[in-house]
Nanobody, 115 residues
Framework: QVQLVESGGGLVQPGGSLRLSCAAS????????MGWYRQAPEKQRELVAA???????NYADSVKGRFTISRDNAKNTVYLQMNSLKPEDTAVYYC?????????WGQGTQVTVSS
């Protein structure tokens, strides 16, 4: 069993910052990718950022230069530092873990950017 526990969402004003965390536990073996997706109302879930076990990163064009993904392998935790937040960043953010054995999702954390 693999569990992903997210934290750090909330309400922030435009231009503000938030840091999301996702801790993975359970049967985690081998090379894997950790990432963040988001889903706004009436929109499809989209990739925000991902990081491989070799620390290669990938970002959506809409967040490049504002968001930074990082990971702590010792803690099996991935972080998403979000700066210069915009109203269009409002969404439910989901943690994603890709293992050889399968793909796992967190329960989601709401991020709302509004004045």
């Amino acid at each position: 069993q693999v569990q992903l526990v997210e934290s750090g969402g909330g309400l922030v004003q435009p231009g503000g910052s938030l840091r999301l965390s996702c801790a993975a536990s359970g049967s985690i073996f081998g090379i894997y990718v950790m990432g963040w997706y988001r889903q706004a109302p009436e929109k499809q879930r989209e990739l925000v950022a991902a990081i491989t076990s070799g620390d290669s990163t990938n970002y959506a064009d809409s967040v490049k230069g504002r968001f930074t993904i990082s990971r702590d392998n010792a803690k099996n935790t991935v972080y998403l530092q979000m700066n210069s937040l915009k109203p269009e960043d409002t969404a439910v953010y989901y943690c994603n873990l890709v293992l050889v054995a399968g793909t796992y999702w967190g329960q989601g954390t709401q991020v709302t950017v509004s004045s």
